[in-house]
């Protein structure tokens, strides 16, 4: 029988994480303390996979949006989750004892623009960043469009950077995340950006003196013409539930970046002392450059610092790759697709869309021959590494299609990497444009199952971040 769960704890991303070698995941834990809690992005299933590491959930309660005795099927790839962990799991096999979901925000979108692979969108006021390889159920990049009804995971910042998005029923309780603007303690009105909330009706779930600008919240209700009408309010910090000298590990978006060869920086509004970390997917410097998705495993300091022990480097997986399996090699784990070599490790997402609808899909479960989305990103040692795979249904006929950028040019061939791109039934002023690093889009055919054949050429506009596709 499911109850509600009231008051509703949210932490937003701890725990200490072991993982793998090769600069795919983090440092063992073994001497660090056993992990408190866990909270990220969901990666796949069986029992569940958030950031990369397996948490087994035969005893965990699932508490979606306040509710109790939920289940794993609740969840989904991309959703942002909490885990509660228990302290007497054997070293190397977390148990979780407490697995919970809540949206960031459910309602209609206002605004939607950009192109497909790099599309920016505003629900409720707020402003997010629609990656490439986030997930997406129900709705695709090409469909949005503003009165779309949909449900939305983010990392909060500004933007918020979405890390699935799904379609959403308008009779559903509408969410509403952020940190409150302005408040109006006698009306108890308040603004998260230019949304206006009532929250006079709303069982208030924290400290109601700390609801001030500035606060982090979650709220429940429904939106009534310009205000959003709450029924419940969580008030609170979410950054870190833990206590001082407990190993965390927390996700998020990287901002204020100090300058320096080794710069702290601010997660979750908490900052980040960066002076004693390994640093994986990267250099601490690309952190100046754009903001990014970061990993950071560390001990929480007394002051409230997260003193970091391992960085890992969330590259955005904008390289997208729609077509045939070549071939597997489990023992590298990597597949080759479309004539692209792609690896895959700890944090790469996988889905299946095909007839099975397989929610625990791993690379042991893919064939030669069927056909898949790949999501990489260039892990700046010019290997494609996966952050999602999903595999298609055989009635699913979109086109192939490869996107990333020109590495060599031979008209009428151009090269991204080792995939050999024929353009010459292309435009030729829009071949004439291209140059090497230009970010292509390409949808054709390979008859000859090596060269793929243009039909359709689109020059990406990443001018704005073309740090996204090269480091």
């Known amino acids: 029988m499911k109850r509600l769960i009231l008051p509703l704890t949210l932490g937003l991303s701890l725990i200490a994480i072991g993982g793998c070698d090769g600069g795919d995941g983090f440092a063992g834990i073994e001497g660090t303390g056993a992990p408190v809690a866990a909270s990220g992005t969901v990666t796949g299933f069986g029992s569940i996979y958030v950031n990369g590491l397996r948490f087994d959930t035969h005893d965990a309660d699932f508490i979606v949006e306040g509710v109790s005795g939920g289940h794993e099927d609740d969840l989904a790839p991309g959703m942002q989750v909490s885990l509660r962990i228990d302290p007497d799991a054997p070293a190397g ?5 407490e697995v919970r979901y809540l949206p960031w925000l459910r309602g209609p979108v206002s605004e939607v623009s950009g192109q497909p692979e790099a599309l920016t969108l505003t ?41 699935r998005i799904s379609a959403a029923a308008p009779e559903a309780a509408e969410w509403l995340s952020g940190s409150v603007s302005s408040v109006d303690p006698v009306l108890q009105r308040l603004t998260i950006g230019d949304q206006a909330v009532d ?39 979410q950054s870190l539930n833990a206590q001082a000298g407990e190993q965390v590990l927390v996700e998020g978006q990287a901002t204020d970046v100090d300058q320096g060869p080794r710069p702290d920086f601010t997660l979750n509004g908490r900052r980040v002392s960066t002076a004693n970390a390994e640093v994986d997917g990267g250099n601490l410097n690309m952190l100046r450059a754009s903001v990014m ?34 071939s597997i090699d489990p023992q590298a784990q990597q597949l080759r697709v479309m004539g692209r070599t792609v690896r895959v490790n700890d944090f790469t997402s996988f889905e299946d869309s095909g007839p099975q609808a397989n929610r625990q899909l791993r690379l042991a479960d893919l064939n030669p021959g069927e056909r898949v989305i790949v999501f990489a990103t260039n892990n700046g040692q010019s290997e494609l590494v996966a952050t999602r795979i999903r595999r298609l249904s055989v009635q699913d006929n979109r086109p192939n299609s490869v996107q990333g950028p020109i590495t060599r040019l031979e008209d009428p061939l151009v090269y991204l990497e080792e995939l050999i791109v024929d353009v010459g039934a292309i435009d030729p002023d829009l071949r004439q444009s291209l140059t090497l690093q230009s970010v292509v889009a390409v949808t054709g055919e390979r008859p000859d199952g090596e060269v793929l054949i243009a039909q359709e050429l689109r020059v990406v506009d990443r001018a704005d971040n073309p740090q996204n596709y090269h480091f």
Not at 221 to 233: E, I, L, N, P, R
Request: proline content about 7%; aromatic content about 6%.
């Open 93 to 97: 096999a977390p148990s979780a004892l």
């Open 123 to 163: 629900v409720f006021g707020q402003t997010l960043t629609l990656p490439a390889d986030a997930a997406f159920s129900g709705v695709t990049p090409e469909s949005l469009r503003a009165s779309d009804w949909v449900e939305i995971s983010a990392l909060p910042g500004d933007p918020a950077l979405v890390t």
């Open 199 to 237: 929250y006079s009706p709303a069982q208030l779930d924290g400290d109601a003196q700390a609801l001030s600008a500035g606060t982090p919240v979650r709220i429940r209700g429904q939106s009534d013409g310009d205000s959003f009408v709450a029924d419940w309010v969580l008030i609170g910090d």
């Open 293 to 326: 998705r970061v990993v950071v495993s560390g001990t929480l300091a007394d002051d409230g610092t997260l003193d970091a022990d391992n960085i890992r480097i969330i590259r955005p997986g904008n390289q997208v790759i729609t077509g045939e399996i070549d």
